[in-house]
T-cell receptor, first 111, second 115 residues
Framework: DGGITQSPKYLFRKEGQNVTLSCEQN?????MYWYRQDPGQGLRLIYY???????QKGDIAEGYSVSREKKESFPLTVTSAQKNPTAFYLC??????????FGPGTRLTVL | GESVGLHLPTLSVQEGDNSIINCAYS??????FIWYKQESGKGPQFIID?????DKRQGQRVTVLLNKTVKHLSLQIAATQPGDSAVYFC??????????????FGQGTILTVHP
């Protein structure tokens, strides 16, 4: 099956811990994105990458880091510097048409 | 900054009725618009898109209308079904023709379909 996968579906973090969220796509898309969604709100862009080994900050990048070593993978690390990390995290990818397709999401909760 | 917004946060309809979800945008340079459907606990699902050189596009049971004069976008769902109940987001691309443009999302409209 072609698509975008995210893991884990649920993630729990203790205070002061770094955690990494996985995002993989087999759509051969060049661009990948990470969004954060809070309850009852729209999506806010954290980071995006248009090509391997390159990425740019989105609107709310503080406290997050990413890497893009492979075209298929765009992991997001939520660091201890992110003061309010509890949210629903969504990964997306797109080709030259700009249409973004989303994964199923990871729900992160800070204990 | 400029943003995409929605007129109505909630919409309740009866099964079989037609639904219309509205969206206002403020950036006249936006050239690509997308509607997504998001069910509870899931990622947004692409419904339909439209580029600024068009004013109407139809899909299966859905139609998107774009009025550039008043910067308004709407999603029409025909013969709404209970499975259409979800949050609907509009998004705009302000890349101005460059590849992999960033999308700006509206807050969403909750559509509830009653049997």
């Amino acid at each position: 099956d072609g698509g975008i996968t995210q893991s884990p579906k649920y993630l729990f973090r203790k205070e002061g811990q770094n955690v990494t969220l996985s995002c993989e796509q087999n759509l051969n898309h060049d661009a990948m994105y990470w969004y954060r969604q809070d309850p009852g709100q729209g999506l806010r862009l954290i980071y995006y990458s248009q090509i391997v080994n390159d990425f740019q900050k989105g609107d709310i990048a503080e406290g997050y880091s990413v890497s893009r070593e492979k075209k298929e993978s765009f992991p997001l690390t939520v660091t201890s510097a992110q003061k309010n990390p509890t949210a629903f995290y969504l990964c997306a990818s797109s080709d030259y048409t700009d249409t973004q397709y989303f994964g199923p999401g990871t729900r992160l909760t800070v204990l | 900054g400029e943003s995409v917004g929605l007129h109505l946060p909630t919409l309740s309809v009866q099964e079989g009725d037609n639904s219309i979800i509205n969206c206002a945008y403020s950036n006249s340079a936006s050239d690509y618009f997308i509607w997504y459907k998001q069910e509870s606990g899931k990622g947004p699902q692409f419904i339909i898109d439209i580029r600024s050189n068009m004013d109407k596009r139809q899909g299966q049971r859905v139609t998107v209308l774009l009025n550039k004069t008043v910067k308004h976008l709407s999603l029409q769902i025909a013969a709404t079904q209970p499975g259409d109940s979800a949050v609907y987001f509009c998004a705009e691309n302000m890349a101005g023709g460059t590849s992999y443009g960033k999308l700006t999302f509206g807050q969403g409209t909750i559509l509830t379909v009653h049997p």
